[in-house]
């Protein structure tokens, strides 16, 4: 989850400069949207280890409410909010809102889509989140996806001939949750028949998948 470990590519960019920015962000919310496997949650990594900041689920702002979890915080990352939502904490996500933006204390928060696609029934959080800026991670391109399946592949500590990568390539879904659903099926497959990872038991796991 370091930074170092972050792949860098056009998809990804504007986000990552978005990130980079800290603390000369306009108000107090960046929101990083993206789909599943896309990078949001190592990226939310990359920003705590760069601020300092206070990962709060919706059990945190539950029981310590919007004042609790600001107490000695730099930062704070709220990931996925539309959980936080469902959990019926908009009027806590509110008075957090206001009370960052008078302490001048940067929020990241995540999910799959912008703030106006989130299930918000407060007015007041939803024009205030609205007016926050947006850094979508896109589609992967060619480049990334090989990188990623590369990436994921060594994090198995497997190394695969280039063959095998240029197959999948071609004919794998191609987004970011395609890339990590078929490498662990791949590894998973090879582990259970004791195979070593080639075209032929590639081709097989993206059938079944």
Partial sequence: MGGEDFLVAP??????AWVERWPDWPGPVLVIAASQGAGKTHLAHVFQCMSGARMI???DLQSERADGVLVGASALVLEDVTEFLVEGLAEELLHLY???REGDIKILMTGENPPARWPIEL?????RLN???VAQIQPPDDALLMALIVKQFADRQL????????YMLARMDR???GVRDLI???DERALAQKRAITIPLVRQVIEDL
């Fill in 175 to 177: 987004s970011f949750a």
């Fill in 131 to 133: 007016t926050a800026p």
């Fill in 98 to 100: 206001n009370l960052a």
């Fill in 123 to 127: 007015k007041d959080l939803s024009s």
């Fill in 184 to 186: 662990r099926a791949v």
């Fill in 57 to 59: 689920t919706p059990r």
């Fill in 11 to 16: 998809p990804n960019a504007h986000a990552i």
């Fill in 159 to 166: 190394n695969i001939d280039q063959d095998v990568l240029t």
